[in-house]
């Protein structure tokens, strides 16, 4: 069970008012007319799914119905911090690098985070 | 003057109206306790309910002027006029709920779009689509406990304070106008299985029901 930080509530709240949304700072192209069907296409279909920290988007469904950005750790399933939409993540995977839990987990399982 | 199309949504007095509740009180009775109860559960229906939606510093200088009640800008603030028949609650950073007694809620909208004038905002009369459920006693903390996902405890949720919040798997407004009382605002198509989830888990607390 996740206790989430809502950037606009300023406080903790039980998973169960939050749905998430999928992946964060996706950008609309500008001119989607001008777009080669493979642009538009990974636009539309293609989401990124890392081994270690990846920024979600996460709705506070029950409650403000306000939008905001997870920054979760997929293999822990730590959240690592939260944030406005708008704003950037000041925790990335180049400025974590390989933490603890992910580094034991490809020791076992015998592959690279 | 903004020029969207109001009307009041109350009906002529000739008509009678029954609360959300009216098929529960039939259905499941509205049960009587006598000096052991430690539970009181009451309806405030028909109450006027409005969400504002605009940006604060507009709507604050609106409700002053015509609520007399300033605009919670703090998240989870709830505030009430002298008389607590009043109150505005913070719901989102651009929404609040405001809930005045039955019959003023129309009057209230009329002048805030007169105050507000070509100002960006929106209000919506919600007053038939929800309604107010009072509980107050020693039990009514330890009933919430038992229903809501949120923290009650008196550290977390002091009075005026107000959050939306799951009940029972069902979406509420919870709020605290004072030390004894607890407020839900729920959904009026919840409300018949909100108030029997509410008999069942108040049962042992020899619930007092006042329709």
Aim: proline content about 6%.
């Amino acid at each position: 069970m996740f206790y989430i930080y809502c950037p606009y509530c300023g406080e903790h709240r039980e998973e169960e008012e939050f749905h998430p949304k999928g992946q964060a700072h996706i950008e609309r192209p500008k001119e989607p007319e001008a777009c080669s069907d493979e642009e538009w296409g990974d636009y539309l279909f293609f989401r990124d799914n890392p081994r270690g920290v990846h920024h979600e988007m996460w709705v506070h469904a029950v409650g403000c119905r306000k939008f905001f950005n997870v920054t979760r750790h997929t293999v822990s399933y730590e959240i690592l911090e939260t944030y406005k939409m708008g704003e950037q993540p000041s925790i990335t995977a180049d400025s974590q690098g390989p933490s603890r839990e992910a580094a034991a987990v490809s020791q076992k399982e015998g592959v690279r985070a | 003057m903004s020029n969207a199309a109001t009307f009041d949504t109350r009906t002529d007095t000739a008509i009678p109206v029954e609360s959300p509740l009216a098929y529960s009180y039939r259905h499941s009775g509205a049960p009587r306790a006598g000096s052991s109860s430690r539970l009181q559960l009451r309806e405030r229906a028909m109450l006027g309910h409005l969400i504002l939606r605009g940006g604060a510093i507009v709507l604050d200088e609106a409700v002053r002027d015509v609520l007399g009640i300033s605009l919670p800008g703090q998240p989870q603030a709830l505030v009430q006029d002298a008389s607590g028949e009043r109150s505005i609650q913070w719901l989102s950073p651009d929404e609040w709920l405001v809930i005045v007694p039955g019959g003023e809620e129309f009057p209230l909208e009329t002048q805030l779009r007169e105050r507000l004038g070509d100002a960006h905002f929106a209000i919506s009369d919600v007053s038939g689509g929800q309604t107010l459920l009072e509980l107050s006693g020693e039990a009514a903390r330890e009933l919430l406990m038992k229903t809501v996902v949120y923290d009650v405890h008196p550290s977390n949720f002091p009075v005026g304070k107000g959050v939306t919040t799951v009940f029972a798997k069902a979406t509420t407004i919870l709020r605290r106008p004072s030390e004894e009382r607890w407020e839900l605002v729920v959904r009026r198509s919840f409300a018949d299985y909100c108030y029997r989830w509410l008999l069942d888990a108040a049962a042992e607390y020899d619930v007092n029901v006042q329709p």
